[in-house]
């Protein structure tokens, strides 16, 4: 009765995990003596991994053998032991003030991408936008689709709180591409900022310092 119960419980339950080692714990659960069918019974992972830009960098050499890069590259045989798993969702971005850009998604992705070409999860990868000035083929997802995955872009955090000197919170500005969604916040929707930053870089403009003039004489209005 009581793994009857445990299973129409857990059978539409999605994890949410915010952490690699937990990762690899959810493929060793039953030899811990948790139930088996907490293992089996779920349907969806949430992964939320936001790790300093340095353990990103890891990813894109294969001789680092960090405790990251381990856990990571092995994905596709933690995921294998979860035979219900039908969807998979992965939030990433690193916590230092560097753009996103600077992270080889490709070798960060390709281990996770391989095991799920041969499989009918559901994926979405929720990647922060590229800056149209530094992306590149070989070293980003540039499609919005890849097998059975989907790769959906996003606004980095604007405001971040940062630990002084005298060991208190700071909330501090760092802005990111499209830097225009802030400085022209009310005359353009995020999505409308992006496809007019995206073309203005294109066309040699620094759109970058036309943002931080606007925000610096407050309210000013500018023709685009």
Same mark, same amino acid.
């Given at each position: 009765?009581?793994?009857?119960?445990?299973?129409?419980?857990?059978?539409?339950?999605?994890?949410?995990?915010?952490? *690699?080692?937990?990762?690899?714990?959810?493929?060793?659960?039953?030899?811990?003596?948790?139930?088996?069918? %907490?293992?089996?019974?779920?349907?969806?992972?949430?992964? =939320?991994?936001?790790?300093?830009? +340095?353990?990103?960098? =890891?990813?894109?050499?294969?001789?680092?053998?960090?405790?990251?890069?381990?856990?990571?590259?092995? @994905? /596709?045989?933690?995921?294998?032991? +979860?035979?219900?798993?039908?969807?998979?969702? @992965?939030?990433?971005?690193? +916590?230092?003030?560097?753009?996103? /850009?600077? &992270?080889?998604?490709?070798? *960060?992705?390709?281990?996770? *991408?391989?095991?799920? /070409?041969?499989? &009918?999860?559901?994926?979405?990868?929720?990647?922060?936008?590229?800056?149209?000035? #530094?992306? %590149?083929?070989?070293?980003?997802? %540039?499609?919005? =689709?890849?097998?059975?995955?989907?790769?959906?872009?996003?606004?980095?955090?604007?405001?971040?709180? &940062?630990?002084?000197?005298?060991?208190? =919170?700071?909330?501090?500005?760092?802005?990111?591409?499209? #830097?225009?969604?802030?400085?022209?916040?009310? #005359?353009?929707?995020?999505?409308?900022?992006?496809?007019?930053?995206?073309?203005?870089?294109?066309?040699?403009?620094?759109?970058?310092?036309?943002?931080?003039?606007?925000?610096?004489?407050?309210?000013?209005? #500018? +023709?685009?």
């Amino acid at each position: 009765m009581y793994d009857e119960v445990s299973k129409f419980r857990w059978r539409n339950v999605a994890l949410a995990i915010t952490d *690699l080692s937990v990762l690899e714990k959810l493929g060793s659960m039953e030899k811990d003596g948790l139930p088996g069918v %907490l293992r089996q019974g779920f349907r969806e992972v949430n992964l =939320t991994l936001r790790m300093p830009l +340095a353990s990103f960098q =890891t990813f894109k050499k294969p001789e680092d053998d960090t405790e990251q890069v381990r856990i990571w590259t092995g @994905i /596709s045989s933690t995921l294998a032991k +979860a035979p219900q798993l039908k969807g998979l969702s @992965i939030w990433f971005d690193h +916590a230092d003030a560097q753009i996103w /850009s600077v &992270v080889d998604e490709r070798a *960060l992705l390709t281990p996770l *991408l391989a095991y799920l /070409s041969n499989t &009918v999860i559901k994926s979405t990868l929720f990647l922060p936008m590229l800056h149209p000035v #530094y992306e %590149l083929p070989e070293r980003h997802l %540039l499609n919005p =689709t890849i097998g059975n995955a989907r790769v959906t872009r996003k606004l980095r955090q604007r405001w971040r709180g &940062v630990v002084n000197c005298r060991g208190e =919170t700071d909330v501090v500005y760092r802005p990111d591409y499209p #830097y225009s969604v802030d400085a022209f916040d009310g #005359y353009m929707t995020p999505g409308e900022a992006e496809v007019w930053e995206r073309g203005a870089w294109k066309d040699g403009i620094d759109v970058e310092a036309v943002a931080k003039e606007i925000r610096g004489f407050g309210n000013v209005q #500018y +023709a685009i």
